[in-house]
């Protein structure tokens, strides 16, 4: 990349721009000088609504929008040509589950593809970095208790078990699996950042699904405190910077799990009735006999060996999401 000094960082294309990632690592992007080309799918009928975006500080005169839609891999060339880096963070995500578990792998394996090629093809992108997940690690119905990149969700267990979100977790197993071959078999460098559940603040228009989530004993959401059996987590601007991390290291190589805490719904309900008491959170007691995945810790020392910092504990990171929630009315 060239020098912040000289003012120009260079163009980075970020797909999936109206995202909750997405949008952070646009905003960290600006405020580090690069220029961005940004994809979104356009919606028919309506027009959607960016004012989000093109408001953060920069955005007028380094923010651009593409539209662009996975269903069309080749679509997204025009957002990628003159660009050095590309961050994909655009995935088909179905948690209702209206679409069959091949279509949504189908779509977002050929669109990751799509974009890898358009990649090897613009002769600008030295280097891509894929937003892979979690769930592309610990389904695979072993008893590790910690799990690091060496470990990849068993696609044949999660179709057999069927647990939340399952066909979603195949769909970016296979994906990354996918673009990490591509990049090595076409001299193109592709990494991939492994988040857990992130939370945080949001300037999107929606409280992101995985921040509700996150917040669920605020919300009294009891039938989601099985997902929060025990979890591991990640505060959002941890994440975008850990993109751009790995965009401008010297020699990143394959994946990097990106999550600093594990913590069971006991911890959480402890955590926040102290800080929070004016909200009904359940006792500690009521919640030990909760059902739910109890997940492995995800083991994040590659990415700090690396030389990257986390920079927020779990306290500040519910502190972000709650107060974010009541400035925009939802607590």
Same mark, same amino acid.
């Given at each position: 990349? %060239? !020098?912040? #000094?000289?003012?120009? @960082?260079?163009? &980075?294309?970020?797909?999936? +721009?109206?995202?909750?990632?997405?949008?952070?690592?646009?905003?960290?992007?600006?405020?580090?000088?690069?220029?961005?080309?940004?994809?979104?799918?356009?919606?028919?009928?309506?027009?959607?609504?960016?004012?989000?975006?093109?408001?953060?500080?920069?955005?007028?005169?380094?923010?651009?929008?593409?539209?662009?839609?996975?269903?069309?891999?080749?679509?997204?060339?025009?957002?990628?040509?003159?660009?050095?880096?590309?961050?994909?963070?655009?995935?088909?995500?179905?948690?209702?589950?209206? %679409? !069959?578990? #091949?279509?949504?792998? @189908?779509?977002? &394996?050929?669109?990751?593809? +799509?974009?890898?090629?358009?990649?090897?093809?613009?002769?600008?992108?030295?280097?891509?970095?894929?937003?892979?997940?979690?769930?592309?690690?610990?389904?695979?119905?072993?008893?590790?208790?910690?799990?690091?990149?060496?470990?990849?969700?068993?696609?044949?267990?999660?179709?057999?078990?069927?647990?939340?979100?399952?066909?979603?977790?195949?769909?970016?197993?296979?994906?990354?699996?996918?673009?990490?071959?591509?990049?090595?078999?076409?001299?193109?460098?592709?990494?991939?950042?492994?988040?857990?559940?992130?939370?945080?603040?949001?300037?999107?228009?929606?409280?992101?699904?995985?921040?509700?989530?996150?917040?669920?004993?605020?919300?009294?959401?009891?039938?989601?405190?099985?997902?929060?059996?025990?979890?591991?987590?990640?505060?959002?601007?941890?994440?975008?910077?850990?993109?751009?991390?790995?965009?401008?290291?010297?020699?990143?190589?394959?994946?990097?799990?990106?999550?600093?805490?594990?913590?069971?719904?006991?911890?959480?309900?402890?955590?926040?009735?102290?800080?929070?008491?004016?909200?009904?959170?359940?006792?500690?007691?009521?919640?030990?006999?909760?059902?739910?995945?109890?997940?492995?810790?995800?083991?994040?020392?590659?990415?700090?060996?690396?030389?990257?910092?986390?920079?927020?504990?779990?306290?500040?990171?519910?502190?972000?999401?709650?107060?974010?929630?009541?400035?925009?009315?939802?607590?």
């Amino acid at each position: 990349m %060239e !020098s912040s #000094e000289a003012g120009k @960082k260079g163009k &980075i294309c970020v797909t999936g +721009g109206t995202g909750f990632i997405a949008s952070w690592i646009i905003k960290r992007l600006l405020e580090d000088g690069y220029s961005v080309n940004t994809t979104i799918r356009s919606l028919p009928g309506r027009k959607r609504d960016v004012s989000y975006l093109t408001n953060l500080p920069g955005a007028s005169q380094k923010l651009r929008f593409f539209n662009a839609d996975l269903s069309e891999p080749e679509s997204f060339k025009d957002a990628i040509d003159g660009c050095s880096g590309v961050l994909h963070t655009a995935t088909p995500f179905d948690l209702q589950e209206n %679409e !069959s578990e #091949e279509v949504v792998t @189908k779509r977002t &394996i050929e669109g990751a593809l +799509g974009i890898i090629r358009a990649c090897v093809n613009s002769n600008t992108v030295r280097r891509v970095v894929y937003t892979s997940s979690a769930l592309a690690v610990v389904n695979n119905g072993k008893d590790d208790d910690v799990m690091d990149e060496g470990f990849w969700s068993d696609v044949n267990y999660l179709r057999r078990v069927k647990p939340f979100s399952w066909n979603y977790a195949v769909s970016k197993t296979l994906a990354e699996k996918a673009v990490l071959e591509f990049g090595q078999e076409n001299g193109l460098e592709v990494v991939s950042l492994i988040p857990s559940l992130v939370s945080g603040p949001f300037f999107c228009p929606n409280i992101p699904g995985s921040v509700r989530l996150s917040l669920a004993l605020l919300f009294g959401e009891k039938d989601q405190y099985g997902r929060l059996r025990r979890v591991h987590m990640v505060h959002v601007d941890d994440v975008a910077r850990a993109h751009i991390f790995l965009l401008e290291h010297p020699n990143p190589k394959g994946r990097y799990n990106c999550s600093p805490f594990i913590v069971t719904i006991e911890e959480m309900a402890q955590l926040l009735s102290v800080k929070y008491p004016e909200f009904q959170i359940p006792s500690k007691e009521s919640l030990e006999d909760i059902k739910g995945y109890k997940l492995p810790e995800l083991c994040s020392k590659k990415l700090m060996d690396a030389g990257f910092e986390f920079k927020y504990g779990l306290e500040q990171m519910f502190d972000d999401a709650i107060q974010c929630c009541k400035e925009k009315g939802y607590l």
